[in-house]
């Protein structure tokens, strides 16, 4: 019986009984793609479900192509899976574990990944499984057979990976395995079993090296993080500002490790020169970056994965910046060190006797504020452009300066070592320190979600007669748009008219004329 018969004869029983019947999908096979069956799938409660057939094939010569296929046994249906712990059957009628390989049970209690047949006879009958035994692998922390190992090393293999599977297989596999709980491990094997070229076929293999001790590295500080949490990610914190902790937010975690994986090839391309000969007629295409070409058109990811993976690499470019050439570790420390705060509209710093005191935006001259609000300033551009995936853009800065001091030189030579280990954790965590100061102090100036910041003055009133009435449209008009924004981050507390008061300072010839 057919996947798709057995699906629709569970719909008749539940029609019997006065149940609702539900949709039946059917997605068809393609032997030339490595997909040999037809599966039928429905949502059975609160389950998707496929449904398939027990199958047996027959070859002709050294075709990988089934001659003949036809329903098989359990046992022969069993043989044919990728893996013996997925060959593992469960007897309805008897509630036993049937485990027809001989093997699926102890390679399942000794957490080996190991195929049924001669890992070369199945990885050639549908290439894919050697990305399903590493996702597995990393998946479930299994080690993979020293014969899986050989196998996949085969040129046969990376041949028929490259020229049977689509490319929608490959990156759904590659994406399963960033949400697995050991991006890192499964990286890290298709480094070692020779893939990197077929999986990730643009740029070369030195950059997929670093992207994989950078990912380390950024996985690690993660791990950290959970033992001894920051306060710029504590979960109260972080609800505050309407957003998730990193450590909680399984889908920025997973965005996080394609930007930690792919920053190399990104630091490598982006000084690339564009065809001089594109037109702005010649589309979006043309103009991607070669993360985003890598990303939609090799792994057929999403364009809004891309965008992020994008988004959170650029705000680690310009946190570093921040970091270590604009002064923001000195801003950081003027805010933290004389707590000043700004929650909505109201704004406090310390006084000279220690106690916090209310601060009018409009009024203040005190110079160590108005330092904190040039900072402030700084910081709300990139939080503007990178949105809620700012801690994913925070901890790949970070992450990167400590993958820079694991890779350096002057720690390498174990010279009186006790003490240059300890000179090396001190380095550690000064990086870690400052990045820390910076991400609190974004916390402290109220900046989490100052994307979603609305204008005092819209496009409309803008041009009132008690603003600015002559204005003219295009980039004037935008740039007096963008200055608006630039006084209201620097007054968080300001109002309108004196807001007002400002423009019409600033550009005196769009006033109405008296």
């Not at 000794?110 to 050639?124: E, F």
């Not at 702005?280 to 993360?291: D, L, P, V």
């Not at 600033?506 to 008296?514: N, Q």
Request: one cysteine or more; a neutral charge.
């Amino acid at each position: 019986m057919l996947g798709r018969e057995f699906a629709d004869l569970l719909n008749l029983y539940l029609a019997e009984r006065g149940e609702a019947t539900v949709s039946v999908g059917t997605i068809l096979r393609n032997p030339e793609k490595s997909k040999h069956l037809e599966t039928a799938t429905m949502k059975v409660g609160q389950f998707w479900i496929d449904f398939v057939n027990l199958r047996a094939e027959e070859y002709a010569g050294d075709s990988r192509i089934p001659e003949l296929m036809r329903i098989g046994t359990a046992e022969e249906d069993a043989l044919r899976r990728d893996l013996t712990i997925n060959a593992l059957f469960y007897n309805i009628n008897t509630g036993e574990i049937e485990d027809l390989t001989g093997r699926g049970l102890y390679h399942l209690s000794r957490g080996v990944i190991c195929t049924p047949l001669p890992p070369l006879t199945t990885l050639l009958d549908d290439p894919l499984r050697i990305l399903r035994s590493v996702r597995f692998a990393a998946r479930l922390r299994f080690s993979m057979s020293d014969e899986l190992r050989g196998a996949a090393r085969d040129e046969r293999v990376r041949t028929a990976l490259r020229q049977k599977v689509s490319r929608e297989r490959i990156g759904g596999e590659v994406d399963l395995m960033f949400r697995s709980r050991d991006p890192v491990g499964a990286m890290r094997l298709i480094h070692n079993l020779d893939l990197t070229s077929v999986v990730f076929p643009v740029g070369e293999r030195e950059f997929y090296e670093r992207g994989l001790a950078l990912l380390s590295t950024t996985h690690d500080y993660l791990v950290d993080c959970q033992r001894e949490r920051p306060r710029w990610c504590e979960r109260k914190v972080a609800e505050e500002g309407g957003e998730v902790v990193l450590i909680d937010d399984e889908e920025a975690r997973r965005l996080l490790w394609y930007a930690s994986f792919l920053k190399p090839l990104w630091d490598h391309t982006k000084g690339e020169k564009k065809d001089g000969n594109l037109s702005r007629r010649a589309g979006k295409k043309a103009h991607q970056s070669t993360i985003m070409k890598l990303m939609i058109d090799e792994l057929k990811r999403p364009a809004k994965d891309a965008e992020a993976v994008e988004k959170i690499i650029k705000a680690a470019d310009d946190f570093h910046h921040m970091v270590d050439f604009g002064g923001a570790q000195l801003s950081a420390r003027t805010v933290l060190l004389n707590d000043i705060k700004i929650k909505g509209h109201k704004c406090s710093m310390m006084a000279e006797n220690g106690v916090p005191v209310e601060v009018d935006c409009e009024m203040i001259q005190d110079p160590l504020w108005m330092q904190a609000m040039d900072y402030r300033l700084s910081c709300a551009s990139i939080m503007s452009r990178v949105g809620g995936l700012w801690r994913a853009g925070m901890v790949l800065a970070l992450s990167e300066q400590l993958a820079s001091l694991n890779n350096g030189g002057e720690f390498d030579i174990a010279i009186e070592g006790d003490v240059i280990e300890q000179s090396h954790e001190e380095v550690r965590q000064g990086i870690i320190t400052q990045h820390d100061a910076v991400a609190a102090s974004i916390v402290q100036l109220g900046l989490v979600g100052i994307q979603h910041q609305k204008p005092l003055i819209d496009g409309r009133d803008i041009k009132q007669p008690h603003v600015l009435p002559n204005i003219p449209n295009g980039p004037i008009f935008r740039d007096v748009m963008d200055e608006q924004v630039k006084w209201m981050r620097k007054h968080p507390n300001g109002g309108k008219r004196a807001l007002v008061r400002y423009l019409k300072g600033l550009y005196p010839e769009y006033c109405e004329k008296v």
